[in-house]
């Protein structure tokens, strides 16, 4: 591939034409620019801050410029005055600098007019229309946080326009700790047959091998199934990977001690690891995702053995996606504790019929699991 020229802020501003023009999505397209180019370490930390930044508070770069413009800019000069205002008000770069080196970006027919506006967002305060507006999420997002953590909403929404921590597993694969967590609440043990039924890209799946049990990790997409061999190949681990589709899983009944379905999802808990993803997801889309949640849940079911487990997980925080769906005809919930898993850690909290990690509680992803045991 060729090699990527330019400053941190030029290669910067290529990301987000190919996030904002091209549908890119900005967790792979900024390493991929990065591999491509000679920045150095610290450089290449600020193009991702720069990146991740600007998408996170697009909304809200978009309002600290409206108030000193006129006309709608052309789409290129609003993407620099976004990357402009996101330094001088969010990224703790000195006005001077951030405006004398963002201008140089634009269009050069737009360069006064640029300069002049960053200039402007730079000396006057900003007073806020609204809450979504300040925070920088679409209006339902908001309104859905609201609705499941009330007064805690806000702390939730701003816990998620920060960067993610970085956690590694002992055997190198980086996964949030909340994913590690619904691993941990499998209980798989050596010798078990556990279906992990939407596995790609495997983190889950090469997690639960390690204790020793015998994983068959499913997928209906053929590459994420392929990410799942590639993972566990990397991993050290032992993954039968199959290429499925979940609603019509093409194994025996009754052939799993432990099922985990991590269902596809709306994401809304993992927002901050996912720039873009609070610009892309639209209600209707998670109207469409319960169904299919629906749908898988109710066919894996039949899989699980008599006494066996079946966890459900999901990246989001709200109970349509989670507890929203109906117990299993033939299952019983399990609580914080039962006779052959382990005992949920504090971070989880109460939920319903099942348990949540706050991102802003527990500094992790969001998370929804319930646990379910088939009794007949
Ligand atoms: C939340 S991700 C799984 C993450 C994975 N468990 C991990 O920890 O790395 C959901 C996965 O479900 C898959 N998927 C979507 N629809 C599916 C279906 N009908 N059957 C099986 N997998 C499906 C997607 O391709 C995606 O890889």
């Not at 549908?23 to 390493?31: C, D, Q, R």
């Not at 002992?170 to 994913?179: E, I, K, T």
């Not at 979940?246 to 009754?254: E, F, I, N, T």
């Not at 996912?274 to 169904?291: E, F, H, I, M, T």
């Amino acid at each position: 591939m060729k090699k990527a020229t330019g400053t941190a802020r030029e290669i910067a501003l290529e990301a987000l034409r190919r996030v904002e023009d091209g549908g890119a999505y900005a967790n792979l397209i900024v390493p991929s620019l990065l591999d491509r180019s000679s920045l150095e370490p610290a450089d290449r930390r600020f193009v991702t801050e720069l990146v991740y930044g600007t998408t996170r508070r697009r909304r809200a770069c978009d309002a600290l410029i409206d108030r000193f413009v006129s006309a709608p800019p052309d789409i290129e000069t609003r993407r620099v005055l976004r990357l402009g205002a996101y330094q001088i008000v969010f990224g703790g770069v000195a006005p001077h600098a951030a405006v004398s080196t963002t201008v140089s970006l634009a269009p050069r027919r737009t360069r006064g007019f640029v300069n002049a506006v960053l200039r402007r967002v730079a000396t006057t305060p900003m007073v806020w229309p609204d809450q979504p507006t300040r925070l920088s999420y679409p209006n339902w997002i908001v309104t859905t946080f609201e609705h499941e953590f009330g007064t805690e909403a806000v702390d939730c929404l701003e816990r998620m326009n920060e960067p993610a921590p970085v956690t590694r597993r002992p055997d190198g694969y980086v996964q949030d700790l909340a994913s590690q967590w619904v691993v941990e609440a499998v209980g798989a043990r050596q010798g078990e047959r556990i279906l992990d039924t939407c596995a790609g890209p495997g983190g889950k799946s090469t997690a639960l091998a390690a204790t020793g049990a015998r994983v068959v990790g499913a997928d209906a997409n053929a590459t994420r199934a392929g990410l799942v061999a590639r993972n566990a190949v990397s991993c050290g681990v032992d993954v039968e990977v199959v290429v499925a589709d979940a609603r019509r899983p093409p194994m025996a009944d009754g052939s799993f001690d432990r099922v985990l379905v991590d269902a596809p999802c709306s994401g809304l808990g993992a927002l901050r690891r996912r720039p873009d993803a609070r610009w892309r997801v639209s209600q209707s889309d998670v109207d469409d995702l319960v169904r299919l949640q629906a749908a898988i849940l109710e066919s894996s079911v039949r899989l699980v053995k008599p006494g066996g487990l079946l966890a459900y997980s999901v990246c989001t925080i709200t109970a349509r996606e989670s507890i929203g769906h109906r117990i299993p005809d033939g299952f019983e919930v399990v609580g914080r504790d039962g006779h052959d898993v382990p005992t949920l850690r504090d971070e989880w909290d109460d939920y319903g019929h099942g348990f949540r990690l706050a991102p802003h509680r527990t500094d992790t992803d969001g998370m929804v699991l319930v646990r379910y045991r088939r009794t007949s």
